[in-house]
C-alpha cells in the first residue's frame, strides 16, 4: 500500500538507489514546463549581501522597501511581510542590535538557527515536508573529513554565540547531525565529467553513472582547444587544466580579502594565460569571464560587465541543458545591462528569453517571472 506522502506526489515515486540514497522518479509521462511537485520552504534566509534590495519575508525584490524599526537591518514589503518574518527575524533582531557591525555569522549558521526555532515551534510534520522529513535527510557523518568537522563545530560555535539568548539547543551530538545535514551544494552540470564527479563525490559521496557520465559525449565541447597550425600537445592542455583548476580555488579564496581591482586581474590575467590554449567557449575560461563579469557588475562598470556576458551567453546555450535557469540568469542580467545601457531593443529581446526559459523552469504564474514583465512595462 502507498503511503499518504506517495499519494500526494501524483506521478511521481520516492525510491532508494543503492549506495546513493533516496530519489525521485517519474511514473508517467510529463510535458514540458508541466509542474512535477511543490510545497513551501521548510525554512530559508536572505543572504546579507542582498538585503535592502530584497524582502526579508517574500524575497521580492523592489526600491522603497521600510526597515524594521529596531535593527534597522531587516527589510519589507509592508507590515503584513514584517508581521509574517518575525518569528524568524526575532531570533536575530536583538543580537544584531546588541553586535551592530560584529553580528556576521554564516547563512549556514542563519539557516540552520531557523531549522532550529521551526522545530521547536512545530514539531509536528509540517506542510513543507510532504516529500521527506527534515529528520530524514543524509549526514553522512561517517564519511566527513576533518575539515568538514572543523568547519561544523566553527559554525556550532557561531551558532552558540550569536543566538544563545533565543534558542532552546539540543546537545552537541545532534547539532554536528544537524549542520552536516544541511552541509550540501549544487552540482553544476557546466563542468566536465571529471570535475562534476569530483564535486559529487564531496558533497554527496557518490559518482554518477549516467549515460553522459559514462560517455564523456560533452566534455571534448567543454573542453574545446584553440584551432591552429601547430595545435597544443596533450601534456600541454592537460597541464592548463590543472592551472584552471587551481587558479578558480585562488579566486574562490582570494574574494574574501582582495579589492575588486585586485580580483579582475586575475581574472583577466588568467584568461590571457589560458587562451592561448583554451577557445573561449571552454567551461574554464566561461567561468573566469564570468567572475569577472561578477567583479564589473559590483563595481557598476556596466560595459566591461555587458562585453562579458556576450561572450558568456552562446556557450552557456550551447552547454547547459534546455530551460536551464543558468542560462536565464544569464538573458536576464544581459537584459538590464542593455537597458542600463539605453539599448531598448536588444534589452526587451534578453529578458523576453529570460522569461520564456523561467515560464518552463519557475512556472507562468511564479512572482519572479511578474516582476520582470513589469520591469518590461516600466521601460
Given at each position: 500500500m502507498r503511503s499518504e506522502a506517495e499519494a500526494q506526489l501524483g506521478g511521481l515515486e520516492r525510491f532508494a538507489s543503492p549506495g546513493k540514497g533516496r530519489g525521485l522518479r517519474a511514473r508517467r509521462r510529463f510535458a514540458v514546463g508541466e509542474l512535477l511537485f511543490s510545497c513551501p520552504a521548510y525554512a530559508a534566509v536572505l543572504t546579507v549581501s542582498e538585503?535592502?534590495?530584497?524582502?526579508?519575508?517574500?524575497?521580492?525584490?523592489?526600491?522603497?522597501?521600510?526597515?524594521?524599526?529596531?535593527?534597522?537591518?531587516?527589510?519589507?514589503?509592508?507590515?503584513e511581510c514584517q508581521k509574517e518574518d518575525w518569528p524568524m527575524h526575532k531570533l536575530e533582531c536583538a543580537?544584531?542590535?546588541?553586535?551592530?557591525?560584529?553580528?556576521?555569522?554564516?547563512?549556514?549558521?542563519?539557516?540552520?538557527?531557523?531549522?532550529?526555532?521551526?522545530?521547536?515551534?512545530?514539531?509536528e510534520r509540517?506542510?513543507?515536508?510532504?516529500?521527506?522529513?527534515?529528520?530524514?535527510f543524509e549526514s553522512h557523518l561517517d564519511k566527513l573529513d576533518n575539515e568538514k568537522r572543523e568547519l561544523i563545530?566553527?559554525?556550532?560555535?557561531?551558532?552558540?554565540?550569536?543566538?544563545?539568548?533565543?534558542?532552546?539547543?539540543?546537545?552537541?551530538?545532534?547539532?554536528?547531525?544537524l549542520f552536516a545535514q544541511i552541509f550540501s551544494s549544487y552540482i553544476d552540470l557546466l563542468y566536465p565529467t571529471e570535475d562534476r564527479n569530483d564535486r559529487l563525490r564531496d558533497s554527496?559521496?557518490?559518482?554518477?553513472?549516467?549515460?553522459?557520465?559514462?560517455?564523456?559525449?560533452?566534455?571534448?565541447?567543454?573542453?574545446?582547444?584553440?584551432?591552429?597550425n601547430d595545435p597544443p600537445s596533450a601534456e600541454t592542455?592537460?597541464?592548463?587544466?590543472?592551472?584552471?583548476?587551481?587558479?578558480?580555488?585562488?579566486?574562490r579564496r582570494a574574494k574574501h580579502y582582495k579589492s575588486p581591482s585586485e580580483l579582475l586581474e586575475i581574472c583577466e590575467l588568467s584568461l590571457d594565460k589560458m587562451g592561448a590554449v583554451f577557445e573561449d567557449s571552454n567551461v574554464y575560461m566561461l567561468h573566469m569571464m564570468y567572475q569577472a563579469m561578477?567583479?564589473?557588475?559590483?563595481?557598476?562598470?556596466?560595459?566591461?560587465?555587458?562585453?562579458?556576458?556576450?561572450?558568456?551567453?552562446r556557450p552557456y546555450s550551447?552547454?547547459?541543458?534546455?530551460?536551464?535557469?543558468?542560462?536565464?540568469?544569464?538573458?536576464?542580467?544581459?537584459?538590464?545591462?542593455?537597458?542600463?545601457?539605453k539599448n531598448r531593443t536588444a534589452g526587451v529581446k534578453a529578458l523576453q528569453r529570460a522569461i520564456a526559459i523561467m515560464e518552463v523552469a519557475h512556472g507562468k504564474d511564479h512572482p519572479y517571472i511578474s516582476e520582470i514583465k513589469k520591469e518590461l512595462e516600466d521601460h
Open positions: 538585503r535592502g534590495s530584497h524582502c526579508d519575508a517574500c524575497f521580492a525584490r523592489k526600491e522603497g522597501l521600510s526597515k524594521c524599526g529596531r535593527c534597522k537591518q531587516a527589510f519589507y514589503c509592508n507590515v543580537s544584531m542590535c546588541a553586535f551592530g557591525q560584529n553580528w556576521h555569522p554564516s547563512d549556514t549558521v542563519r539557516l540552520t538557527a531557523r531549522v532550529l526555532a521551526k522545530q521547536q515551534i512545530h514539531p509540517t506542510q513543507s515536508e510532504k516529500l521527506f522529513a527534515v529528520k530524514e563545530q566553527n559554525d556550532i560555535a557561531a551558532l552558540h554565540h550569536f543566538y544563545s539568548k533565543h534558542l532552546e539547543y539540543p546537545d552537541n551530538a545532534a547539532l554536528v547531525v554527496y559521496f557518490f559518482s554518477c553513472d549516467c549515460r553522459e557520465c559514462v560517455t564523456k559525449e560533452k566534455d571534448k565541447e567543454k573542453l574545446e582547444i584553440c584551432k591552429l592542455v592537460k597541464d592548463m587544466i590543472k592551472y584552471a583548476r587551481n587558479v578558480i580555488e585562488e579566486f561578477g567583479v564589473c557588475l559590483y563595481v557598476q562598470d556596466w560595459e566591461g560587465a555587458l562585453c562579458y556576458g556576450q561572450k558568456i551567453i550551447k552547454h547547459y541543458p534546455s530551460y536551464s535557469l543558468n542560462v536565464a540568469s544569464m538573458w536576464l542580467k544581459l537584459g538590464r545591462l542593455y537597458m542600463a545601457l
